[in-house]
């Protein structure tokens, strides 16, 4: 006769390493998100790593290239979070997150929301990274008051941050910081309209 505890215990030790992987890969991805700097963002990335846009079709922006655009986001203090885990799987992971920053949330626009595939190897290394926004408002509506009244009165400072024939954004570490200064004192300015 077979012991009930002895198929407790193995059924128990079955269950335990059938999901070791999924919750692997969930714990990979909380302290991905989670990164508090450039640096340690960029631990998590395997070095053949690639990140595709809508879908993934010839080649990705690679680690490198990551890593510059990354100064632009950590100095802007990204809080990102992770929604809801969709699938999690041996080697993949597909969730749905949100991110905000000192920017976004100086102009008041409520984020950027996402869902993404992530491919992680056996070592613990994010190889590829799939992003599909699901929020379609632009921040450029909630940064157009912002644009005017800088205009208005402080149009040097606005250049080195921002190119008004293209309206784009100056995407480096010091013009995110400068942005910060800029939109800090266009709010002070405006305090009745845009206090919380």
Known sequence: MIDPKLVLITTFIAFRCANREPNRNEHILTQFYNSSSRIEHLDHLSTDYELHFGSVTG???NKSQLANLLKWDYALNPDR??????KLARDTVILRSKEENDFSKLIKYPG????NTYVIDERGLIKLQLYQPRNETSYKPY??????WLVAHDSLRLAEVYDLKDKALIQDSVSATKWIKLLREWRASNLPTYRK
Do not use: D, R, T, Y
């Open 112 to 115: 950027w929301e996402s869902v």
């Open 81 to 86: 979070q992770i929604l809801e885990f969709i």
């Open 143 to 148: 940064l157009k008051p912002a644009i005017e």
């Open 59 to 61: 080649k990705g922006i």
